[in-house]
């Protein structure tokens, strides 16, 4: 069955210095796959999509690649800020339909002043 | 701007008791999800429905059931409720496309 990937543990760093978080998926090659940013008690919110043929997604300070390879996605978060703290949760495409998505667990991220 | 809305977002209820949860969107979108959201486990999906009284078994429907007799509303009721079921519901709607928006979610404690 398709699993997704993301590291429970909470990632710490220091504003101004570039996040990355990992998204890692196994069993499938997804047609696309998604970042959503999740604050406490929160409903998550869509921030970019990565198509299969596409290796890199820019939008301001975020940058997302795939490497269908590795089954990997970075998500990247530059010139960080106290305000990106939040979890970011990682989803893609389900091979069994044209509807659903499957998640991850989300990681935690806290950007110290 | 796009909206979904959620009928609670604190609910405490009682074992075995009937609890509904509603959700309500303003885009005329065709699809509408319910999940569950519970720390380390991330999003799972209990019932989805892509029309009008059209509805699909997500991963985990046991214990939940769902309505959606207008294209705007999807309820999540919870036929009898069980300690087990205290968790986060959240909600969803996905235009015919990809991403999907969520309303702010409902925590619910089941005694």
């Known amino acids: 069955s398709q699993k997704i990937e993301q590291n429970s543990e909470a990632l710490n760093i220091q504003e101004g210095k570039t996040a990355t978080l990992t998204c890692n998926y196994t069993?499938?090659?997804?047609?696309?796959l998604q970042w959503y940013r999740q604050d406490p008690g929160r409903g998550p919110v869509f921030l970019l999509l990565?198509?299969?043929n596409e290796k890199e997604k820019r939008k301001e300070r975020l940058k997302v690649t795939f490497d269908t390879t590795l089954k990997q996605s970075l998500f990247h978060i530059t010139a960080s800020q106290p305000a990106d703290s939040a979890t970011y949760l990682c989803?893609?495409?389900?091979?069994?339909?044209?509807?659903?998505?499957?998640w991850g667990a989300g990681t935690k991220l806290i950007i110290k002043p | 701007d796009v909206k979904v809305t959620q009928s609670s977002r604190y609910l405490v209820k009682r074992t075995g008791e009937k609890v509904f949860l509603e959700c309500v969107q303003d885009m005329d979108h065709e699809n509408m999800f319910w999940y569950r959201q519970d720390p380390g486990l991330g999003l799972r999906l209990i019932y989805f429905?892509?029309?009008?009284?059209?509805?699909e078994k997500g991963d985990i429907p046991e214990g939940y059931s769902v309505s959606r007799e207008k294209k705007e509303r999807f309820s999540l009721i919870l036929e009898s409720a069980s300690t087990n079921q205290t968790s986060m519901y959240l909600c969803a709607s996905r235009p015919f496309g990809i991403r999907e928006y969520f309303g702010p979610g409902t925590r619910l404690l089941v005694l």
């Open positions: 069993n499938y090659s997804p047609a696309y």
């Open positions: 990565i198509r299969e």
């Open positions: 989803a893609l495409d389900r091979m069994d339909s044209n509807y659903q998505l499957i």
């Open positions: 429905s892509y029309d009008v009284k059209m509805k």
